[in-house]
């Protein structure tokens, strides 16, 4: 079964940096997508970023620029840089996973979901 598991969240200061791991184990071959979303207290689920195993990648408007996704195929682990950090950013970031089918950050039917790590940026 195939499992995902964040790490690399923290409490920051705005204009700050963060690196976000996730690692997808129990798979012997590079997942075929992986995707950071986010949740806020109050605010709905969204999407942040999508990687697919040939390195497509789409980022959402207010990630552009300051987020960047990238995935290391070997390890089947997912990364989500993010520079300049501001308190909107605050917010529990989950990591998800699909064998097959689209790979966008807009999607949200993931088969597999991470338990979240929590990223809190004070002004």
């Known amino acids: 079964q195939v499992q995902g598991m964040e790490s690399g969240g923290d409490s920051l200061h705005a204009g700050g940096s963060l690196r976000l791991s996730c690692t997808a184990s129990g798979y012997n071959y590079p997942m075929h997508c992986m995707a950071w979303f986010r949740q806020a207290p109050g605010k709905e689920r969204e999407g942040v970023a999508a990687?697919?195993?040939?390195?497509?990648?789409t980022h959402a408007e207010f990630a552009k620029g300051r987020f960047t996704i990238y995935k290391d195929n070997f390890k089947n682990i997912a990364y989500l840089q993010m520079d300049n950090l501001t308190p909107d950013d605050s917010a529990m970031y989950y990591c998800a996973a699909n064998l097959g089918g689209t790979c966008s950050h807009r999607d949200q039917v993931f088969t597999f979901w991470g338990q979240g790590t929590q990223v809190t940026v004070s002004s």
């Open positions: 990687t697919r195993a040939d390195h497509y990648t």
